[in-house]
């Protein structure tokens, strides 16, 4: 097998100390592969945003091995890291800074990396999320949610990545918006060859977006399985199970006769 | 529809907010019914569905303003009601479930407290007999230890059991109508399909009629009787739950299919291409 692009081996992250003790992420491991996309599906407090965080340095509390491109990440992470990897949050109403420009939050990235160019790169990564000049000069607030959520990915695209972290990307959008939103991530993925690492809870997104999907319930991984397993609701866990039938919409017999 | 009773009829429902550029309608012009049912009000973000849901209670905070030919309520106008009379309407006949426990719940009152001064408040039963009441009713919504479940904090409970505590808190004056309001977003999948479960069989036993207010086509479509479908403060279109693949208005169309489905794999999701002309359409009018 090809060297994988992400390799998180036996990855465990730690909360708090004494009482509050708490082990949010217990042993996970998975590999990406250059130009695959693989999503990492649970509930809340099952601990897949924390292994986002982790990779991406946001948390400093935890022990096991991050590669990327076959190098070990050390725990401070340096600027040549955040070249290589990016981020996209949630909500794109908190991720923008609400009293900067679509200009400014734009090339703030390139600033701190010293990159010139500035204004042919952020006309350049407007176009390509699909929003003209003419927005490089609103602030967050005259923006919809998609128009900021694509903000947010052209940010995240400014240093030329090649692996994005995608923590719910669409989760707060509207159905209609979530639909360009993700036909915008896959067209990205396709014509700059991305690797992605995506976290949501919502199965029909993982299967459309991702090739790969490990299931997590309270810090670990409680399954692997393909797309195509998923897609003929093919699950070994009975957990897995439970996501796939709560996805499909509302069925009475299944959950009706379960005590809470 | 169920022919024998029908529990609400609202007709020409606007609701208007004056603002510096002009007066924004959030509702224009709606006209629906419901019946002993489960009737589901789907929209986007700005559709106006949560509007509608405050609207039927008269919750509509000022400036925003309120208008319609009626309510009627069980043969009662709404409208013609004084302030005092709307208080025992709300909550009693009429009672409404928020999205987020975390913000509908006192956080300084016991949960008990809470559920059994909304008995008492209505009912003016002995404390006593409000508080076994209370603790039968979170029996009824599927709580283990309903005890001690009584004597805690809201933030000692999980979302989904703080869920299932303000529908316990909203059903035990027994009203003929729930008003539900994305009940269940806040919550993980699993557990909202557990907490829908319970609302279900409690709406089913008593009879009552539920107005399903959520964004998720499929949640509604599975889980309601009928849907009626909002945009830009209109309604576009009404049919049975079981017919909504069937849905002809190509708003609806467009929602359904920019929906990723898990066993349907498509290479492009279908974006909706919003026509100006659909603001403009006549409002469909859902009494059955």
Not at chain 1, 229 to 241: L, W
Not at chain 2, 3 to 32: C, H, K, M, Y
Not at chain 2, 56 to 74: D, Y
Request: proline share 4%; charged share 25%; glycine share 8%.
């Amino acid at each position: 097998m090809d060297q994988p692009m992400l390799e998180v081996a036996d990855l465990n992250v730690y909360f708090g100390e004494g009482d509050d003790f708490f082990q949010a992420v217990n042993s996970v491991s998975f590999k990406v592969k250059k130009g695959g996309s693989y999503g990492l599906v649970g509930e809340s407090g099952s601990g897949k945003s924390t292994v986002l965080r982790a990779i991406s340095g946001l948390i400093a509390d935890w022990d096991g091995r991050i590669c990327v491109e076959g190098k070990v990440l050390a725990p401070k992470r340096g600027k040549a890291f955040y070249r290589k990897m990016q981020m996209v949050f949630q909500d794109p109403y908190a991720s923008l800074h609400p009293r900067h420009t679509v200009d400014r939050i734009l090339s703030e990235p390139l600033g701190l990396h010293g990159i010139g160019d500035v204004e042919t790169r952020v006309l350049k990564a407007l176009d390509d999320v699909g929003l003209g000049k003419a927005f490089r000069f609103r602030y967050p607030h005259q923006l919809s949610g998609g128009q900021r959520q694509r903000v947010a990915v052209a940010r995240a695209l400014m240093l030329e990545p090649q692996i994005l972290l995608l923590d719910e990307p669409t989760s707060a959008l509207d159905v209609s918006v979530q639909a360009e939103v993700l036909n915008l991530l896959s067209d990205l993925r396709a014509e700059r060859n991305l690797t992605y690492l995506m976290v949501t809870h919502d199965l029909a997104v993982v299967a459309h977006m991702c090739e790969e999907i490990a299931v997590m319930s309270h810090g670990k991984v409680v399954e692997v399985l393909s797309v195509d397993q998923m897609r003929r609701s093919e699950p070994k866990e009975a957990y897995t199970r439970e996501l796939l039938m709560a996805s499909k919409g509302y069925d009475p017999e299944f959950f009706a006769g379960e005590a809470v | 529809m169920n022919e024998q009773e029908t529990l609400l009829r609202v007709e020409d429902l606007w609701v208007r907010f004056p603002t510096r550029n002009g007066i924004v309608e959030a509702v224009r012009g709606i006209s629906f019914a419901v019946g002993r049912e489960r009737v589901g009000i789907v929209g986007e973000s700005g559709s106006g569905k949560s509007m509608t849901g405050r609207s039927i209670l008269r919750l509509v905070r000022s400036p925003g303003q309120m208008t319609a030919k009626e309510i009627n309520f069980k043969g009662d106008n709404l409208l013609d009601y004084s302030e005092r009379q709307m208080r025992d309407v709300r909550g009693h006949k009429i009672s409404m479930v928020m999205q987020d426990p975390k913000f509908s719940l006192n956080p300084v009152m016991t949960v008990g407290k809470q559920i059994s001064e909304a008995y008492r408040l209505h009912s003016g039963a002995s404390r006593g007999a409000a508080k076994r009441k209370a603790i039968e009713m979170l029996e009824a919504v599927q709580i283990r230890e309903p005890e001690r479940v009584y004597n805690s904090y809201p933030h000692e409970v999980s979302g989904g059991m703080g869920q299932r505590i303000m529908i316990a808190m909203m059903l035990i004056p027994d009203p003929d109508l729930l008003i539900a309001d994305e009940p269940t977003s806040a919550l993980d999948v699993t557990v909202q399909m557990r907490v829908l479960a319970i609302m279900d069989k409690l709406v089913k036993d008593r009879g009552m009629g539920l107005i399903f207010i959520s964004h998720d086509l499929q949640l509604v479509s599975s889980f309601c009787d009928r849907v009626i479908i909002m945009y830009g403060g209109k309604i576009v279109e009404t049919c049975k739950a079981s017919e909504l693949h069937n849905a002809q208005h190509p708003y609806t169309r467009g929602l359904l299919a920019a929906l990723p489905q898990i066993d349907e794999p498509k290479a492009k999701l279908e974006v909706l291409d919003r026509d100006p002309a659909w603001r403009d359409q006549e409002s469909v009018v859902a009494y059955d």
